[in-house]
């Protein structure tokens, strides 16, 4: 089994904070079809909760978006993990098949309640995508709006189909394939003691993904 995200776990960013409520998250597609096992979610350190919300949202339109991960996982269990603490993740059952260059949005839903803290890079997506193995995030003003487009403001969850900065907030996909693991885009699941991670990772255990450190 192949398992695959965008960013590996490494990255992040300082310290962000607002008093609203945000869906946020990240645009992607993928090259062939796979199986949703997670999301996850980079938790700076000096953030005071964890989101209470995830999902991933297929484009329908200019704009619009309609909920494709089954069951809403509200509140989600981030595996143990605590805020602060770097990388997180919310495990899905790999139930839900995501469909081959189909336009698709991963988001988290933050309650701030009055001044949490997120991380947020502005300007990250403003020039280039990036890729990795079968994931492929868009660089801002692609098709259907690209990382351009990538929250709003409101509250429960819901797709995010508005701009600022072109931000990425972090938020990353995790999908399986039958076949060979790849090397570097799992790289901070079979050392997260250097990735910094902390809480449940995913690892291979005889062929399979479902371990805890």
């Known amino acids: 089994m192949a398992i695959y ?38 938790s700076p350190s000096g953030a005071a909760a964890l989101p209470d919300g995830s999902a991933i949202y297929q484009i329908t339109g200019t704009n619009t978006g309609s909920q494709v991960t089954g069951t809403f996982h509200n509140p989600p269990t981030w595996g143990g993990a605590a805020a602060g603490s770097g990388w997180v993740k919310e495990i899905y059952d790999g139930t839900v098949t995501l469909t081959a260059s189909v336009n ?3 988001c988290v839903h933050l309650a701030f309640g009055g001044g949490n803290k997120y991380g947020a890079t502005a300007n990250y997506w403003s020039s280039s995508g990036q890729s990795s193995g079968i994931i492929t995030a868009p660089a801002a003003g692609a098709a259907d709006g690209g990382n351009q487009d990538a929250f709003i403001n409101t509250t429960p969850i819901a797709y995010p189909n508005t701009s600022f900065n072109s931000a990425n907030y972090w938020v990353d996909v995790e999908v399986t394939t039958g076949g060979p693991a790849p090397g570097p885009s799992v790289a901070g699941l079979l050392a997260p003691e250097s990735g910094g991670v902390s809480g449940w990772v995913m690892l291979p255990v005889r062929g399979r993904a479902g371990s805890a450190v």
């Open 104 to 106: 698709y949005r991963v």
């Open 5 to 42: 995200t965008l960013f590996g776990q490494s990255g992040g960013a300082a310290l962000a904070t607002d008093a609203a409520d945000y869906t946020m998250g990240m645009q992607f597609t993928l090259s062939q079809n796979a199986a949703l096992t997670g999301i996850w979610w980079n």
